[in-house]
């Protein structure tokens, strides 16, 4: 005899996953048992259903290969909604997993159930229930195939307790993978962008977030892209979410857009005649604004541009980025005189962005921070961002090598997402140093998750900035002209919250601490919190808009 549970962990299986992270619950079981017998599955609880869907979602966004999340019905499937968001805006391929009540009958009439499907069908790609056992093999593999085509993101199986228990004595076959390969960018298409681009003055590339994407789900997009820029010679800057798809220690980086306009790289985005966009998604936060009279933009990618207020290319590439950008290249090497029109510009850019490194005030100020953060964590560490102010100023100044070095949040932007991240980048990069950013306020919302990284025994420094309030909120009301309202808040003493879990734990009281502090906590290896009090006054900051270098 066998389980619809079974069946259900047998189809998954058969997928490839390894990891599923989640909270159990009474209508889950069944499958929970399943799952315990699994020689090829793990099951890792976790405190709070958000921090299972972030940490499921980062193992998607570190890996590119689907990962899979598991909660009960109501209650923990609405606590799903956030991550699913976050998932579906960053493209990610996750599985999320809820359980539901008998669906032949009826005994507890309405308790705790919610239209979970219709819940969530705005938040996924794909949201089913499963109401057979014959339905359990093909609904997965729809459900994982689903999840990786076009733009990656989350879909939703609801498995019933009552067809999770069921036995039967038929096995029900299961439905291979196969492989599928993204679609090669026309020769029409190719000679068009390159024609444009041969007769622009002022060229200027930039690396989205579909170009990170990219460079983990088929990893010869790395090199593809990092030849691109050298064989055109074209200036290149990144979005926030694009950072690391090309090395930033390149001559042509020329910087990182933090906000939409005003910042530093403006002066080369505004002085440009055209933009080849590449990887460019328009959930995240614009890095530009198209204008009817700016520059022209041609967009690469393997998806199409959808048709934005502030983005409307007028050309398309679509197709494997890697491939096209060959292509391009290809077509494009030695005959681009006016490749590097805006490199003269560079200098002077990436010196205003430093200005702040030597700042000796106390508390720290983020770009002080940002430059003793980069002077020890090694090219191929990883620092996973919370949302807050700071995160501008690592966007701004923190030189990334390798994709997904700086994981970070331009597109949902929710706070509380920071540190379950690290911890999935420690689980799964053991040899590298891990290191979570997290303001006070976005920290507390998932510290619980401290005892999964203690139970996990990954190393994890995690770093937390604290100033009691939450500080973005406070720079977009002194930009307006509003005094600070509603935005300040206590803490505990993170140092004994810390031991609390069993946890280590620092307090930084000088400047001239926080790096041997840093060190220190690496060195002890464990998880080990680390508060540091911060600054946001400066006035760039505060009031939202940088001062960009004179053209």
Known sequence: MIKGSDIFVSALENEGVVYIFGIPG?????????????????????????GAIYMAANYARLTGKPAVCLATLGPGMLNFCNGAGYAQLNGMPLVLIAGQKGIKSRPQAGFQRVDAVATMKPL????????????????????FRV???????????????????????????????????????????????????????????MFGAGASRAAVSRPGSTAEMAQFVNRTGIPFFTTQMGKG??????????????????????????????????????????????????????HVDDTPAPVEQVYFPQLEVIGDIGPALEALADRLEGKLPNAGGLLPLREEILSRICN??????????????VHEVRKFMRESDIVA????????????????????????????????????????AAMINPERRVMAVCGDGGFMMTSQEIETARRLKVNLVVLILVDGSYGMIGSKQAARG???????????????????????????ETLDDLVPALEAAFEGGGVHLVALPIDYRIDELRSGKAKPPSA
Do not use: C
Request: net charge negative.
């Open 26 to 50: 009474e209508e889950t079981l069944d499958l929970l048992e399943s799952l315990r017998k699994s020689k090829k599955i793990k099951f890792v609880p976790t405190r709070h259903e958000q």
């Open 124 to 143: 996924t790609k794909f949201a089913m229930q499963i109401a057979s056992k014959e339905m359990i093999p093909s609904t997965v593999r729809e459900a």
């Open 147 to 205: 999840t990786k085509e076009g733009k990656p993101g989350p879909v939703y199986l609801e498995l019933p307790e009552d067809i999770a228990a069921d036995k039967y004595e038929e096995v029900v076959a299961l439905i291979a993978p196969h492989q599928r390969d993204l679609p090669i960018a026309s020769d029409t298409a190719l000679d068009r962008a390159a024609a444009r681009i041969t007769t622009a003055k002022r060229p200027l590339l």
């Open 245 to 298: 798809a090309v090395p930033e220690n390149s001559s042509l980086y020329i910087g990182t857009a933090a906000l939409s306009g005003g910042d530093y790289v403006h002066t080369a985005v505004d002085g440009a005649d055209l933009i080849i966009t590449i990887g460019h998604d328009t959930t995240e936060k614009p890095p530009f604004i198209m204008k009817p009279k700016g520059p022209k933009v041609i």
């Open 356 to 369: 702040g490194a030597d700042d000796a005030s106390w508390p720290v100020t983020p770009d002080r921070l």
């Open 385 to 424: 961002l919370d949302n807050g102010q700071y995160k501008l100023a690592f966007a701004r100044s923190y030189r990334t090598y390798h994709p997904y070095t700086l994981l970070l949040d331009n597109e949902l932007a929710t706070m509380g997402a920071g540190l379950p991240s690290a911890m999935m």
């Open 482 to 508: 509003f005094t600070d309202f509603g935005i300040s808040f206590g803490n505990p003493d993170f140092v004994k919250l810390a031991e609390a879990y069993g946890a280590k734990g620092t307090r930084v």
